[in-house]
T-cell receptor
Framework: DAKTTQPNSMESNEEEPVHLPCNHSTISGTDYIHWYRQLPSQGPEYVIH???SNVNNRMASLAIAEDRKSSTLILHRATLRDAAVYYC????????????FGTGTRLQVFP | EAQVTQNPRYLITVTGKKLTVTCSQN?????MSWYRQDPGLGLRQIYY???????DKGDVPEGYKVSRKEKRNFPLILESPSPNQTSLYFC????????????FGPGTRLTVL
């Protein structure tokens, strides 16, 4: 099974960029990399996803290493509302359509 | 409004009393799944369904059942709940898996005494 590894926690100040890393050394060639976040007392919400190329949307950017063994979620200007647990997830390599959540990174944002 | 709904949102029950947590989505999604979330363990998938009448086990299926008789509904059934099933449960749906966004419900907090 493809697994992901993330730091348990990170801190940032408001208005500063945040780079959240994820390692996925056993990723298969057709696995997509998804990022979700979970705000306190809410269900997870989609942030961004990608396959090989870097991706941008209104919430964040996703930088994917050339060998695809790691990726980084970039929040360009952190706000207090970005304080959440961020999950990096992959589709199961055995193509059984299971999605495996990583351990998640708890992001704290300070004023 | 596109959404995933779960009911009930909170439930306290006793060991052995059968219960069902409902999940419904209004986006015509083919893929639906159930997760449980426990402190320190993150989200773990219980069951998933690729389409009507197609279900399969996730990582922690023991003690749970599901059914997918209609595309929009995917109930989670606990035939004989036990205290170790006390958890926060999330239902999710998407068009597919690999490249598709998953939409999560608001969660159901279950306590089994």
């Amino acid at each position: 099974d493809a697994k992901t590894t993330q730091p348990n926690s990170m801190e940032s100040n408001e208005e500063e960029p945040v780079h959240l890393p994820c390692n996925h050394s056993t990723i298969s060639g057709t696995d997509y990399i998804h990022w979700y976040r979970q705000l306190p007392s809410q269900g997870p919400e989609y942030v961004i996803h990608g396959l090989t190329s870097n991706v941008n949307n209104r919430m964040a950017s996703l930088a994917i290493a050339e060998d695809r063994k790691s990726s980084t979620l970039i929040l360009h200007r952190a706000t207090l509302r970005d304080a959440a647990v961020y999950y990096c997830i992959l589709r199961d390599v055995n193509n059984t359509d299971k999605l495996i959540f990583g351990t998640g990174t708890r992001l704290q944002v300070f004023p | 409004e596109a959404q995933v709904t779960q009911n009930p949102r909170y439930l306290i029950t006793v060991t052995g009393k059968k219960l069902t947590v409902t999940c419904s989505q209004n986006m015509n999604h083919e893929y639906m799944s159930w997760y449980r979330q426990d402190p320190g363990l993150g989200l773990r998938q219980i069951y998933y369904s690729m389409n009507v009448e197609v279900t399969d086990k996730g990582d922690v299926p023991e003690g749970y059942k599901v059914s997918r008789k209609e595309k929009r509904n995917f109930p989670l059934i606990l035939e004989s709940p036990s205290p170790n099933q006390t958890s926060l449960y999330f239902c999710a749906s998407s068009l597919g898996t690999s490249g598709y966004e998953q939409f999560f419900g608001p969660g159901t907090r279950l306590t089994v005494l």
